[in-house]
């Protein structure tokens, strides 16, 4: 699995990034906690494991 990464850049951001990883089981247990946390873009498999992105994925 593929995850972006997810923009902290506020108050408000670190205490929910500090918050989600006081209890991360209860995040990946809650999908849409889990999306918001953690987006999913895609798998990786034996046919693409050498696919790479050539530039930096930044969050709107």
């Known amino acids: ?5 997810t923009l902290v850049d ?3 951001d670190v205490d929910a990034f500090l918050s989600a ?3 991360p089981a209860a995040v990946f ?3 849409p ?3 918001a946390y953690f987006p ?4 990786v498999g034996y046919a693409t494991r050498d ?3 050539g530039t930096q994925y ?3």
Do not use: H, K, T, Y
Request: proline share 7%; aromatic share 8%.
């Open 1 to 5: 699995m593929i995850g972006a990464p």
């Open 10 to 12: 506020s108050a408000e």
């Open 21 to 23: 990883n006081e209890n």
């Open 29 to 31: 247990a809650d999908r």
């Open 33 to 35: 906690a889990f999306e």
């Open 40 to 43: 999913v873009l895609g798998q």
């Open 51 to 53: 696919l790479v992105w």
């Open 58 to 60: 930044v969050p709107e």
